[in-house]
Each structure stands twice: as structure tokens, then as C-alpha cells.
């Protein structure tokens, strides 16, 4: 029977989906569920057991707020004060000067790289973010320290961390830039606002949420760092102020100072030092989530 002029032709926006792609849409939703599953399951495991043996020296008296000045290595008494003072400041430092120069390399490889200085940039930070931390930590050894004979100090840590820095805060801050439509950007040229204007007032501010994030967590990959500190810094069981000079300790340092102690307060240390590292890279990673959200929401 055929329809006339006059009858609406009935047409279905939507087809029903065929057998066989539901079983492939089943199949594969179950292998990335328990992909996801077995990769949980030493991530887990890690934290349990980390969790249950460092919890008892995590909430000792004093553990957060003194330092192992004066303790013996059988005592367990003391804290890890001075080691996380030596780890934020450590970190710190590498951030105030890899942050700017990780963002600055960004816009410019975005909003004005092009020709030979573009290209050398990208190649150089390829190249940073596959050097090993050990590679970085020798390179500073040969230059600051064996080359301009400055002492081995906290600051020479940083100017390694720096170097594993820069490339994640590099490419993160490049792909949020990326993210951001032109169209907001040649809106604000037909306006008349000149091209560094437009990034300062229109271009970072859309990204920042994103930015953001990728630097807390740049800072977090490089927090738990061992081998800058192993090179570059002695360790103190005391709080020291002066980053120019002396030694100091950090978690990182201290967990590798307290493994060759054979005692169980060593052992506890150990396990408290590294559940204090996972504290405060978990408190980065939900900064990191706050920032954006707020960020995102302000937006």
C-alpha cells in the first residue's frame, strides 16, 4: 500500500542496536572493569599495608611536631618534623621556580611557537620528561656543586627537582591552553585587545582550572623523589633552616636512613614516614580536585 502526498512519511531518528554490538559493547565493558579491578588490587594492597603498619607511629605523641635530635636508634621516640619541614621546602622551592618557567614555555608554545626556537623547545622538553631522577641529581652534581663548588644543600635538591618538574608542568599547562576554543580568542581581537592582553585576560584565566591541577600534581609526582636527596643532601636528624647550606633531611631520606636500622623503632619509622608521604600526596591530589571544581564552578 503506498501513502499519498497528504500522510506524514514515518521515519525513526533512532535504530535499534544489532545483537552483535551488544555483545561487543558487554564484552569490552567487562575486560575494562576487570583491567580496573587487577590494577586496584597492589594499589590497595600498598595502602593496607602501609596503613596497618604505620598507623601506630603516625599518631604517636610528638610525631608530627619534634624532630630525631637526640634519639637513639633503639628508642622510638622523636618525630618526623624536621624531615617533612625539609621536604616542603624542598618542594617549594622547586615549584617557585618551575612553575613560571613551565608555564611561560607553555603559552609561547601554544600562542607564538613557531620555527626553529619552537621546535628545539619541544625537543628539549621531551627529552627532560624521559631523564631519569638520577640522571638530573648527577647532572646538578657536575654542574653546582663539582663545577661552581657550591656546598651540597637543600637548594641543590630543588634545582634537581626543577628539572623533573618542568616537563609535566610544561605539557599540562600546553594541552589546557590547547583546550581553549579560538573562538574566544579572535572574539577578543575583533575587540581590539592586543594578543598578550588577550592571553593574560581571556586565554589563562579559561584554563587555570586546569592548570592548576596539573601543577599540584607535578608537585606530587616530585615530592616522593629519593634520589636528588640521596646525591645532592646529606641527612640531619635535625631541623635545619638554612637551604643554602648543611644538611637536611627529608621523608624520602629519612625512609632510607632508617631501613639500615635493624631495631623495630627503625622499622617503625619507616612505615610512619612513608604513610606521612602518602598523606601529603593525597592532600595535593585533593587540592588539586578542590581547586578545579572551584575554579570550574567560578567560571
Known sequence: MTSTLDEPIKTSAFHSTSTARRIKNRVATTLFATAFGVALVPLAWVLFIVLERGWQAVTTTGWWTRSLQGVLPE????????ALYGTLVQAGIAAVLAIPLGVMAAIY???YGRGTLARLTTFMVDVLAGVPSIVAALFIFALWIATLGFPQSALAVSLALVLLMLPVVVRSTEEMLKL??????????????????????????TALPGIISGI???????????APV????????SINFDVFEGNMASLPLLIYTELINPQPAGQMRVWGAALTLIIVVAILMALAAVATRLLTRKR
Open 180 to 205: 581553549v576554543p579560538d573562538e574566544l580568542r579572535e572574539a577578543s581581537y575583533a575587540l581590539g585587545i592586543p594578543k598578550w592582553k588577550t592571553i593574560v585576560k581571556v586565554v589563562v584565566p
Open 75 to 82: 628508642e622510638f621516640a622523636g618525630g618526623i618534623y624536621h
Open 216 to 226: 599540584l600534581l607535578s608537585v606530587a609526582r616530585v615530592i616522593g623523589e629519593t
Open 230 to 237: 640521596l646525591v645532592l643532601v646529606g641527612y640531619a636528624r
Open 109 to 111: 608554545l601554544v600562542e
